[in-house]
C-alpha cells in the first residue's frame, strides 16, 4: 500500500462480530497529507508537503525515459501523465507544472471518466523516416480490415436504396472545380525544376556513386550507412560526386493513358504506350491540355453496363465546345545551357523562398488531385501507374517476383509514392561537419527543403520536427557521453 492511503471500514453490526477480528479498523486514522489525488498515477504531481525539495521535471522524466519538458521538448512519451481534477497543488515546482500543463492542449479520452491526456499542437523532435528494406512490401495507407469494413458498411446502408448516380471523374467527366489547380500544379513542377538548377550551382549537393543517398553540403556526410554495389567491401563508406537535378527531384514515370477509362494496358503493349512524368499525367487527367499528349475528353457520363465495362454516351446532339475558360499558359523549361547562378546573396535568397513556394505548391496541389484522381502504386517496386486501376505489364523486378511472374502487387498511393522527399541531413546552423560519433543528435529534412534552407530560406514549421531544430549539439565526444 502507498504511503498517505488508509482504508477505512464503517464499524461492524453485532451480527458480524465473528468476521471483524480479521480486518483491523482504524477508528481514528491520521491526517492525509496534502498532495494530489491517490486516483491519479502521475508520480510528478504526488509530492507530499515537506521540507524535502522535489526533484526537478526533467530528471523525473529522465527516470520515465521521456525528454524534458520545460525547454519546450516533445510530449509525444508524456501523454501518459494524467491529472487530477481535485488536485491540490502547493509547492512552487507544483504550480510551474500546473502552468505548463494548462497552457498546453488537454484532450478528454473517448469522453470518459478515467483521466485527461496532455498532447502537443507542434511536436518537436519526431522520429525520422523509417527505412524499407526492398524485401519488405509497403504498408497499406488504410488496413485492409478497415477497408473491408468499410465496404460492408457502404454495402449495407445502400441496400433497398435506389442506386445513386455516378460522380465525377468516375463517370468520365472531369472535375471543374480542380482544373485550376491541375494547371498550378503543372506549372509549380517545372518552375520547381528551372529554380532548383539554378539554386544548385550556389548551394552544392553531393550524391553517393554507388546507392540513392544524397547529402546537401561542401562534403559528403561521414556516416557508414551505404547500401549500393559492394558496400561490404567498403565497410558501408559513401563515395561522393556531384549531384544533378535527378538526385534531387526524382523522376517518376507513368504510363499515358488516352482513355482512363478505357481497357487495362496489357503486357504486349508496355513498349507502344509512351511514357511521361507520373505528375504530368496526373495533370492531364484532371483537365491539363498539352498538344503532344492528346486524352479523351467527354461531355456526357458514361454508361455502365456492367462493373468493368462502359457505353460511350451520344454526344451528335451537343452544340460545339466553347472555349475552356479555366485553362492558363504553362511556362516552358529553361534549357541547361541558359541556366546561371544567382548574381548575389540577395537573389540567392529571393529564389530560396520563390522554389520552397513551389515546392509546397506542388505537393499541396499533388494531394488534392491524389483525392479524387486515383493513383496505384506497386506494393514491391516503385512503379507508379494513374488511374482507377493498375496495369499488366510484366516488368516488376522487386524481391521474388518470379513467384508473381512479374506482376505488379498493386494499392493506393501516397503523396511521398509521387513526389519522394528524398530525406537528407540537417546541417546545423554553425556550419560545422557533421560527425559521426553524434549522429543521434542530428535531425533530417527534405533534399529541397534544406537545400533553400541552406539558400536563405525560412524553414516551415511542419518540417521542425524532424529537423531537430531545438536539440542542443554537443560540442565534443566527452559530452555526448554525459548526456542521458
Not at 132 to 157: C, T
Not at 184 to 206: F, T, Y
Not at 419 to 446: C, D, K, T
Amino acid at each position: 500500500m502507498r504511503a498517505g492511503v488508509y482504508l477505512t471500514r464503517p464499524s461492524p453490526s453485532p451480527s458480524s462480530s465473528s468476521s471483524s477480528s480479521s480486518f483491523p479498523i482504524n477508528p481514528n486514522p491520521p491526517p492525509r497529507p496534502r498532495h494530489v489525488s491517490s486516483s491519479s498515477l502521475n508520480p510528478l504531481l504526488s509530492y507530499p508537503s515537506s521540507k524535502r525539495t522535489p526533484p526537478p521535471l526533467a530528471g523525473a522524466l529522465r527516470r520515465r525515459g521521456a525528454r524534458p519538458l520545460l525547454g519546450g521538448a516533445p510530449l509525444r512519451r508524456f501523454c501518459g501523465l494524467r491529472r487530477s481534477e481535485s488536485a491540490s497543488i502547493d509547492s512552487p515546482f507544483e504550480n510551474e507544472v500546473k502552468e505548463q500543463l494548462d497552457a498546453l492542449e488537454i484532450t478528454v479520452k473517448d469522453g470518459q471518466k478515467h483521466g485527461r491526456c496532455v498532447r502537443s499542437n507542434h511536436p518537436q523532435n519526431a522520429d525520422l523516416p523509417p527505412y524499407y528494406s526492398k524485401r519488405e512490401k509497403k504498408p497499406f495507407p488504410i488496413p485492409i480490415v478497415e477497408l473491408r469494413r468499410a465496404a460492408r458498411e457502404r454495402l449495407k446502408k445502400a441496400k433497398g436504396k435506389p442506386r445513386r448516380p455516378t460522380l465525377p471523374p468516375r463517370n468520365g467527366m472531369l472535375v471543374r472545380s480542380l482544373i485550376p489547380v491541375a494547371y498550378e500544379v503543372m506549372n509549380a513542377r517545372i518552375s520547381l525544376s528551372n529554380n532548383l538548377r539554378r539554386l544548385m550551382k550556389v548551394v552544392p549537393v553531393q550524391a553517393c556513386k554507388h546507392c540513392n543517398e544524397i547529402h546537401v553540403g561542401s562534403t559528403g556526410h561521414p556516416f557508414k550507412t551505404c547500401r549500393g554495389m559492394q558496400s561490404d567491401h567498403r565497410k558501408g563508406q559513401h563515395e561522393w560526386t556531384r549531384a544533378s537535378l535527378e538526385d534531387v527531384f526524382v523522376p517518376i514515370e507513368a504510363y499515358h493513358l488516352f482513355d482512363r477509362l478505357g481497357k487495362r494496358i496489357s503486357h504486349e503493349e508496355r513498349f507502344s504506350i509512351p511514357r511521361i512524368p507520373a505528375i504530368v499525367e496526373l495533370c492531364i487527367q484532371a483537365g491539363v491540355d498539352l498538344p503532344d499528349l492528346p486524352t479523351k475528353r467527354r461531355r456526357k457520363p458514361v454508361i455502365r453496363v456492367g462493373k468493368s465495362e462502359i457505353i460511350d454516351a451520344d454526344e451528335d446532339d451537343l452544340p460545339d465546345p466553347e472555349p475552356d475558360k479555366h485553362k492558363k499558359p504553362i511556362i516552358h523549361e529553361i534549357p541547361e545551357s541558359e541556366i546561371f547562378p544567382p548574381s548575389n546573396s540577395e537573389e540567392t535568397t529571393s529564389l530560396s523562398k520563390e522554389t520552397l513556394e513551389g515546392w509546397e505548391t506542388l505537393r499541396e496541389g499533388a494531394d488534392r488531385l491524389m483525392r479524387k484522381y486515383a493513383v496505384r502504386v506497386c506494393g514491391y517496386c516503385p512503379e507508379v501507374h494513374v488511374g482507377p486501376s493498375g496495369h499488366k505489364a510484366q516488368n516488376c523486378g522487386a524481391f521474388k517476383h518470379q513467384q508473381r511472374n512479374g506482376q505488379h502487387g498493386w494499392q493506393a498511393a501516397v503523396l511521398d509514392d509521387l513526389i519522394p522527399p528524398r530525406y537528407v541531413w540537417h546541417m546545423p546552423e554553425s556550419g560545422e561537419e557533421l560527425q559521426r560519433e553524434l549522429r543521434n543528435f542530428y535531425g533530417q529534412a527534405p533534399a529541397v527543403v534544406e537545400i533553400c534552407m541552406q539558400g536563405g530560406a525560412e524553414v516551415p514549421e511542419k518540417y521542425k520536427a524532424t529537423m531537430r531544430l531545438d536539440v542542443g549539439i554537443p560540442a565534443s565526444l566527452r559530452e555526448a557521453e554525459m548526456v542521458v
